[in-house]
């Protein structure tokens, strides 16, 4: 460790992955400061809605920042595909959980990540950038902000956009997410408060014309990709977001870890990138519990090491939905139906899809 440093972390940056970290620190008496470039109030301005699996409510819940009141639950999830046989419908309670899920604006969560931050007291230093070497006195300096770095990463541009919006419906939404697959790319209606929340994925190539639809044009669009489960009556304004695969293959250096973005970018199809780092962060904070130096070299290897197989699954699966399901040939959209089948009939393969989706590699109870 440097002679100048104590067991004190720099987190770099102070969105919800910083955030939650120090909190996360804190649980395991360790100490950290946070850097955040941008102004404190800037940062809880995010127009996102999050997908958290209940795994990732019960890290926020352990963090104290759990926004209850503001979060819909997910109890059930409609697979299909458009144009072949097959769905698949998991249920909360045959999993044993209250839900599978719960829906949430992003602004909500970071809100209560902020508070828990205030009363506990962490050192958040606004408006403060950090270079190269302005955290050598750390013994462990945390990445949390950001993109992939495209030099110490792998890539693969989707040649897509999610395009986001909320959407009122004819008919309630009773809890039931949907996830539907088409040729050109997922659709995903998420419930949110008495609405649902919409991720609509299109090709680069029609972009301009999908944001050039007016609210009516653009309903009678997702209504023809949806199909007619649903009647949309109105919807809010649209922003679209690209799309790709970004991840280190490393996340940890000398005395350095990445986390979050700066870790991973993955495809929003089954929701896994901020529950990933809900739990790359919690393992992170369980794996330096106690130790003397939380930026020595072993216990940095063993925190990756731990990680390997829930960030290679996280992100193989998502890769594996974005590929596997936008093919229309023929027989793999029969494949694909045999396998919704499959899942829908036989309740342990549904369950390890399931838990799988809801905790991670680990499963956890």
Same mark, same amino acid.
């Given at each position: 460790?440097?002679?100048?440093?104590?067991r004190?972390?720099a987190?770099?940056?102070?969105?919800p992955?910083g955030?939650?970290?120090?909190?996360?620190?804190?649980?395991h008496?360790?100490?950290?400061?946070?850097?955040e470039?941008?102004?404190?109030?800037?940062v809880r301005?995010d127009?996102r809605?999050l997908?958290?699996?209940?795994g990732?409510?019960?890290i926020?819940?352990w963090?104290?920042?759990?926004?209850?009141?503001?979060?819909?639950?997910?109890r059930?999830?409609?697979?299909?595909?458009?144009?072949?046989?097959?769905?698949?419908?998991?249920?909360?309670?045959e999993?044993?959980?209250?839900a599978?899920?719960?829906?949430?604006?992003?602004?909500e969560v970071?809100?209560?990540?902020?508070a828990?931050l205030s009363?506990?007291g962490i050192?958040?230093?606004e408006?403060?950038k950090v270079?190269?070497?302005d955290?050598?006195?750390f013994?462990l300096t945390?990445?949390?902000?950001?993109?992939v770095?495209?030099?110490?990463?792998?890539?693969?541009?989707?040649?897509?956009?999610?395009?986001?919006?909320?959407v !009122?419906? +004819?008919?309630p939404? &009773?809890?039931?997410a949907?996830? /539907?697959?088409?040729?050109? @790319?997922?659709l995903?209606? $998420?419930?949110l408060?008495d609405?649902?929340?919409?991720v609509l994925t299109?090709?680069d190539e029609i972009?301009?014309w999908v944001?050039g639809?007016?609210?009516?044009?653009?309903?009678?669009f997702?209504?023809r990709?949806?199909?007619?489960?649903?009647?949309?009556?109105?919807?809010?304004?649209?922003?679209?977001?690209?799309?790709g695969?970004?991840?280190?293959?490393?996340?940890?250096?000398a005395r350095?870890v990445w986390?979050?973005n700066?870790a991973?970018?993955l495809?929003?199809v089954?929701?896994?990138?901020?529950n990933?780092?809900?739990r790359?962060?919690?393992?992170?904070?369980?794996s330096?519990?106690?130790?003397?130096?939380p930026g020595?070299?072993? !216990?940095? +290897?063993?925190?990756? &090491?731990?990680?390997?197989?829930? /960030?290679?699954?996280?992100? @193989?699966?998502t890769?594996l $939905?974005?590929?596997?399901f936008?093919n229309?040939f023929?027989?793999?959209?029969?494949?694909?139906?045999?396998?919704?089948?499959a899942m829908?009939?036989?309740?342990?393969?549904?369950?390890?899809?399931?838990r799988?989706?809801?905790?991670?590699?680990r499963?956890?109870?």
């Open positions: 460790m440097p002679e100048t440093a104590d004190r972390i987190i770099v940056g102070g969105g992955a955030m939650a970290l120090a909190l996360a620190l804190r649980l008496g360790l100490e950290a400061e946070i850097f470039a941008r102004d404190r109030s800037a301005k127009a809605v997908a958290l699996s209940e990732a409510r019960q926020l819940g963090l104290g920042a759990w926004p209850a009141s503001s979060a819909t639950a997910i059930t999830i409609h697979v299909s595909q458009r144009h072949g046989f097959g769905r698949t419908l998991i249920r909360a309670e999993q044993g959980v209250e599978l899920g719960w829906v949430v604006a992003a602004s970071i809100s209560a990540l902020d828990a009363r506990t050192p958040y230093r408006q403060t270079g190269a070497g955290t050598a006195g013994a945390a990445y949390a902000e950001g993109a770095d495209p030099d110490a990463g792998e890539r693969r541009d989707y040649g897509q956009h999610a395009v986001l919006c909320n !009122r419906t +004819a008919e939404h &009773r809890n039931v949907w996830e /539907r697959f088409t040729g050109e @790319g997922p995903a209606l $998420l419930p408060g609405s649902y929340s919409v299109c090709q972009l301009d944001r639809l007016d609210d009516e044009e653009f309903l009678v997702l209504q990709r949806f199909g007619n489960r649903h009647r949309f009556l109105a919807t809010t304004p649209r922003v679209a977001y690209p799309l695969l970004r991840y280190r293959p490393h996340p940890v250096g350095q986390l979050g700066a991973q970018t495809h929003p089954a929701g896994q990138g901020f990933l780092a809900l790359d962060i919690w393992e992170l904070a369980t330096l519990s106690g130790a003397d130096d020595a070299p072993e !216990r940095l +290897a063993a925190y990756a &090491r731990g990680r390997m197989a829930d /960030r290679r699954g996280a992100i @193989g699966f890769d $939905l974005i590929h596997g936008g229309e023929g027989p793999l959209r029969t494949l694909r139906g045999a396998g919704l089948l829908d009939i036989l309740p342990p393969l549904r369950g390890f899809v399931a799988r989706m809801i905790f991670g590699a499963a956890w109870p």
